[in-house]
């Protein structure tokens, strides 16, 4: 084991061995003139010599405390060093993880436009529905999308989930049925008619449908992500249940339609969240007001996303 003296003994020594006087040692440790003497004697009677002898108004080193400092400074310097280095290859890449819909639709579009603000700092997406352990280190930061807010993160609530359905335009008209206020979607038009968030949307509007026995499988197109049920309904095959926020654009240029006049809201946000180490990172916070910024056009596929949402403090 190594016998080294305390950190606070030797930090002590250093700025006093620099300063010859133990008052300005004490202003840049944030310690008093006595707390720094009582450091310096801890020290001396560690080693068995006498490191400091007063002259005057000034210490100066004994000729141990003179070989003791040179040698100190130089490890002093070499740690400095260590962790600027460190620091500042944390700073220049930045790694997030995202699910796979988030990542594709918001994420890779706008990137570039935060490496033309930010050239220091590379990006590293890092895409999937498993959770990385942002404490451990596995990334610096991550989107996700649920109920419960995580505990021991810095948590920034990005918008509220709202679900609504949507399909082709021809889709829609084809279908009168689909036309209506707020529609009864059947079973055999709905895209991947087992994901939950058809639940949600029947268990909200108290639907029975048409023909379903107890029991039942539903059938039909079954995809395992948002984007891919977006594509299905895009290309006519039915009606997909989808976060419209994640899909302005195909609203926007008319290649989705809502069903219905409804937005549903089954619980849960859209967050960033980070360990609390990176709370005073630069690029985290950079990525923080880049992202803020750049999800605005989105949110208006959902205008009642943010209600009752304090996006300062949230």
Not at 29 to 45: D, F, N, P, R, W
Not at 106 to 113: C, Q, V
Not at 122 to 132: E, K, Q
């Amino acid at each position: 084991m190594r016998q080294l003296p305390p950190l606070a003994a030797v930090r002590a020594f250093e700025a006093a061995a620099r300063h010859r006087n133990y008052t300005r040692a004490g202003e840049e440790l944030g310690l008093t003139q006595a707390g720094v003497s009582y450091q310096i004697k801890s020290l001396e009677q560690r080693v068995g010599t006498v490191l400091f002898v007063r002259e005057g108004r000034r210490m100066q080193l004994t000729p141990a405390g003179a070989a003791l400092a040179q040698r100190v400074s130089q490890a002093v310097a070499t740690m400095e060093s260590a962790f600027a280095e460190l620091a500042k290859d944390e700073e220049q890449v930045l790694s997030i993880a995202c699910f796979q819909t988030f990542a594709t639709k918001i994420l890779a579009p706008r990137l570039g436009s935060f490496q033309l603000e930010h050239p220091e700092i590379a990006v590293r997406l890092v895409v999937g529905d498993a959770f990385v352990d942002l404490e451990a280190g596995e990334c610096d930061l991550a989107v996700r999308l649920s109920r419960e807010e995580p505990a021991g993160l810095q948590v920034h609530r990005l918008y509220r989930l709202g679900i609504a359905p949507f399909a082709n335009p021809k889709f829609v008209a084809a279908h009168e049925t689909l036309q209506a206020d707020d529609p009864d979607i059947a079973e055999d038009q709905r895209i991947s008619p087992n994901n939950v968030w058809w639940r949600e949307w029947d268990d909200a509007h108290c639907a029975e449908r048409a023909g379903e026995k107890a029991g039942r499988q539903p059938r039909g197109l079954e995809f395992d992500s948002q984007q891919l049920d977006a594509a299905a309904a895009m290309s006519g095959n039915g009606v997909a249940i989808l976060a419209p926020t994640l899909f302005h654009t195909e609203l926007a240029d008319g290649r989705l339609v809502r069903v219905g006049n409804r937005i549903v809201r089954p619980g849960g946000y859209f967050r960033l969240i980070y360990p609390e180490v990176r709370r005073h990172s630069l690029k985290v916070r950079a990525f923080r007001h880049w992202l803020m910024r750049e999800i605005e056009p989105c949110l208006a596929a959902d205008p009642g996303c943010l209600d009752g949402l304090d996006r300062e403090s949230g």
